[in-house]
């Protein structure tokens, strides 16, 4: 009786063991890109820090004309990107497409915060590829608003994406970044 029990008990921790590795595959095999727009090196900066902590691919979001100060200019209403956030149809050229974005089940998307949203390069670079059974999960830099409104956008606007809570990941510090992404 005791060689049953204990052969049960053997059985049973020899299965719990065996599915807590084939979780743990499953979830290596989980391919993370980080893709990002960054118009001035402060988004730039925080993909880059996240993609270490996931230790995930990166993917720069290139403007074909890359921004000056002067088109940066959101004083100016006819500066290049104030233009370009008052044209809800902008789409401003990518370049350096990716050809490999199949193979990535989870893709966090950074942006700065332009007029409360994303930038319109971001709806380019969202029309560019196949999101379907992706999971997207946006992060921004501002120098002051929240990402809720870019967020709300981009779920009314793609509603066929898998799309999970952002957030503003203004001077985050490392253990920041680790927490979020274990959330």
Known sequence: MRRITFLLIAMALITVNMMAQDKQQKK???????AYFSAS????????????????????????????????DWTNKN???SVE???KSSR?????????????????????IWWYTAPTIINTFMESYDFNNKTVIP??????STIKKACDDLRQTYPQVTWKEGKLLNNATQQELESWVKN
């Open 85 to 87: 956030m008052k044209d």
């Open 41 to 72: 090196g402060v988004t730039k900066d925080v993909a880059v820090r996240l993609a270490d902590v996931l230790k995930a691919d990166i993917h720069e979001i290139k403007p074909d004309k890359v921004y000056t100060d002067a088109d940066l």
């Open 139 to 144: 992060f921004a830099t501002s120098g002051g």
């Open 92 to 112: 401003p050229a990518i370049t350096g497409k990716m050809n490999d974005i199949k193979k990535y089940d989870v893709i966090y998307v950074g942006f700065p």
């Open 28 to 34: 290596s095999e989980t391919k993370t890109l980080v």
């Open 79 to 81: 500066s290049r990107s």
